[in-house]
């Protein structure tokens, strides 16, 4: 479930990944608002589909450090792809090649540990699935605020209302 990356190279300032195309699949941003909900067995099957390719990911010392509703793909057959590596982390002994670092990421899916700039593992994405799943559960984002200041406090230290709140 998660999308191949076919190349990757430099082209001047250029940085840039090769990936698969997914037919027929549309991102799922489409399900998270409150009038195009799944229904709560297709949310489960697809939330556990992501979790088991980011344990896949996580296992080989990749952290995503992106996931969000347009980075997750679903096709006709409902079959759900993690796409756009492009700031992941790889987060291995034997890695010795500069990485991006710092604010990196969609704040309204950030982890505490991420918004805060903090070591992160594999936990960061694991909070943003959680996110994600809220979302498409609810139709509602657990995390809305108006700056980046309100959003890190949400995030930091308040409790998102319970989804039986929304359904």
């Not at 191949?4 to 940085?15: I, S």
């Amino acid at each position: 479930n998660l999308v191949k990356v076919l190349d990757a190279d430099v082209d001047g300032d250029l940085c840039y990944l090769v990936m698969e195309f997914v037919e027929g699949a549309q991102t799922l941003d489409h399900y998270v608002k409150p009038d195009r909900l799944l229904s709560l067995r297709e949310v489960v099957g697809i939330i556990y589909k992501c979790a088991k390719a980011l344990d896949h990911a996580h296992r080989r010392g990749v952290i995503h450090r992106d996931i969000k509703p347009s980075n997750l793909l679903l096709n006709d057959e409902r079959d759900v792809k993690i796409a756009d590596f492009s700031i992941a982390m790889i987060n291995r002994p034997d890695n010795v090649h500069t990485q991006f670092t710092g604010f990196l990421g969609s704040p309204l899916y950030m982890s505490p540990e991420q918004i805060n700039e903090l070591p992160l593992n594999s936990a960061t994405d694991i909070f943003s699935l959680g996110t994600v799943m809220y979302q498409m559960l609810t139709g509602n984002h657990p995390f809305r605020a108006d700056n980046l200041n309100a959003i890190n406090k949400r995030i930091t230290t308040e409790e998102p209302p319970p989804l039986s709140s929304f359904r």
